[in-house]
């Protein structure tokens, strides 16, 4: 099992570049969902699924877009980078059997923005 | 308002000391899910531990213990004899029964344990 995958894992864009952060998992999870982590403010949700073709936003969802074509995969798609999204995006899943479980998370993306 | 209150930003200590983390929580749900994760410096995040609003049990896994007091609604997590290997930025997480599965992270503790 190659659990969470994301790539790439360092990235850097011009202010306005659109791109897509992969995010692929072999677990037949669920759940999926997109983090950013910025300093003191700990993990804030961008956008989750509960299963393939169901998307719902986070706390944090402007600037971003998500779909779920199949269980594996959830990219994310940034469509105008701004310096504000500088972060460091984690991708994680989870199993919806017996309610909410730990999530597994991937390595993560570190983006810059300038 | 579903909210997680980790008010320990950063905490130092030597070697071989305990050291508790602090977790507060506040949700209407009265089902719910608390978790902790550990965040080391190469930056992964780690899964320490699930629990959920009906189980107020408090668990022990080797040098890690949990407290779960609903009364007060925390969830604290203490390491005894605490190691370098310790070190890292230690996040609480909430899920409400009704929320979706949107977790509410709080901001996280950088812990340093100094030899």
């Known amino acids: 099992n190659a659990g969470v995958t994301q790539t790439p894992k360092f990235q850097v864009l011009k202010t306005g570049q659109s791109m897509t952060l992969q995010c692929a998992q072999d677990?037949?999870?669920?759940?999926m969902s997109w983090y950013r982590q910025d300093p003191g403010m700990g993990l804030r949700l961008i956008h989750y699924?509960?299963?393939?073709?169901?998307?719902d936003q986070g706390e944090v969802p402007n600037g971003y877009n998500v779909s779920r074509s199949t269980t594996e995969d959830f990219p994310l798609r940034l469509l105008s980078a701004a310096p504000s999204q500088t972060s460091v995006y984690f991708c994680?899943?989870?199993?919806?059997?017996?309610?909410?479980?730990?999530?597994?998370f991937g390595p993560g993306t570190r983006l810059t923005v300038l | 308002a579903q909210k997680v209150t980790q008010a320990q930003t950063e905490i130092s200590v030597v070697e071989k000391e305990d050291v508790t983390l602090d977790c507060v929580y506040e949700t209407r749900d009265t089902t719910y899910y608390l978790f902790w994760y550990k965040q080391p410096p190469s930056g992964e995040l780690v899964f320490l531990i699930r629990?959920?609003?009906?189980?107020?049990q408090n668990e022990i896994s080797g040098r890690y213990s949990w407290n779960f007091q609903k009364s007060t609604s925390s969830f604290n997590f203490t390491i005894t004899a605490s190691q370098v290997v310790d070190s890292a930025v230690y996040f609480c997480?909430?899920?409400?029964?009704?929320?979706?599965?949107?977790?509410?992270f709080g901001a996280g503790t950088r812990l340093f344990v100094k030899a």
């Open positions: 629990r959920n609003s009906f189980d107020e």
């Open positions: 997480a909430l899920i409400p029964e009704n929320g979706g599965f949107k977790t509410i």
């Open positions: 699924s509960v299963g393939a073709g169901i998307t």
């Open positions: 677990m037949n999870h669920e759940y």
């Open positions: 994680a899943s989870s199993p919806l059997a017996g309610g909410a479980n730990e999530q597994f």
